[in-house]
């Protein structure tokens, strides 16, 4: 089993930065897939970024604006958002993933208002 718990949403202004934290407790492997996804008032789940060994991906809304990094010795995953737009308002989920569907586990999410 693995636990994962996210830090760090809030209320931003426009332009504004946030750095959400995700760390993760429990059967964790470096290999495994983790990344953040966000879900936005009658929208769909979307992913925004993930990583696994040092392979970056990211959601084209957020490219140049958002970036994910990962310390493995600390089970932890971050999510930095600078330039943040009323549109990225969403609550935001960490998401930890194993190879060949051993496992996909969620955090509790943390939200994230972007207003001013």
């Known amino acids: 089993q693995v636990q994962l718990v996210e830090t760090g949403g809030g209320l931003v202004q426009p332009g504004g930065s946030l750095r959400l934290s995700c760390a993760a407790t429990g059967r964790v492997s470096s290999i495994d897939t983790m990344g953040w996804y966000r879900q936005a008032p009658g929208k769909q789940r979307e992913l925004v970024a993930s990583?696994?060994?040092?392979?970056?991906n990211y959601a084209d809304s957020v490219k140049g604006r958002f970036t994910i990094s990962r310390d493995n010795a600390k089970n932890t995953v971050y999510l930095q958002m600078n330039s943040l737009k009323p549109e990225d308002t969403a609550v935001y989920y960490c998401n930890l993933r194993k190879d060949w569907g051993l496992g996909d586990y969620w955090g509790q999410g943390t939200q994230v208002t972007v207003s001013s």
């Open positions: 990583i696994r060994l040092g392979n970056l």
